[in-house]
């Protein structure tokens, strides 16, 4: 089992960058697909980006294509999202967890960590 610690976020204006991190612990962090998820008030918690247990296959929300870009230290027991280019529309509580397949449904996740906020001013 995979317990993660999700950090980096803060508040960044409009065009800018943020760098989040998830720490993990465990020893089957790297057979683990991993993913980043938001959640703004008020609205339900959607799906950002997964990357596969190696770090080859990756999967994207739309709107973050081009401008986010997740990526994993298996050596570590990290998974980062960069984010680039930031929205307002970014702005929530952004948190990691582990799937067994590059799926974009927050039900077939688990092990969530208690998530880190991100606020991006206009």
């Known amino acids: 089992q995979v317990q993660v610690v999700e950090s980096g976020g803060g508040l960044v204006q409009a065009g800018g960058s943020l760098r989040l991190s998830c720490a993990a612990s465990?020893?089957?962090?790297?057979?683990?697909?991993m993913g980043w998820f938001r959640q703004a008030p008020g609205k339900e918690r959607e799906f950002v980006a997964a990357?596969?247990?190696?770090?080859?296959?990756?999967r994207y929300l739309d709107s973050v294509k081009g401008r986010f870009t997740i990526s994993r230290d298996n050596a570590k027991n990290t998974v980062s999202l960069q984010m680039n280019n930031v929205k307002p529309e970014d702005t929530g509580v952004y948190y990691c967890?582990?799937?067994?397949?590059?799926?974009?449904?927050?039900?077939?996740?688990?092990?969530w960590g208690q998530g880190t906020q991100v606020t991006v001013s206009s």
């Open positions: 465990g020893r089957t962090f790297n057979t683990y697909v």
């Open positions: 990357i596969s247990s190696s770090g080859v296959g990756t």
């Open positions: 967890a582990r799937s067994r397949a590059l799926y974009s449904g927050v039900g077939l996740y688990s092990g």
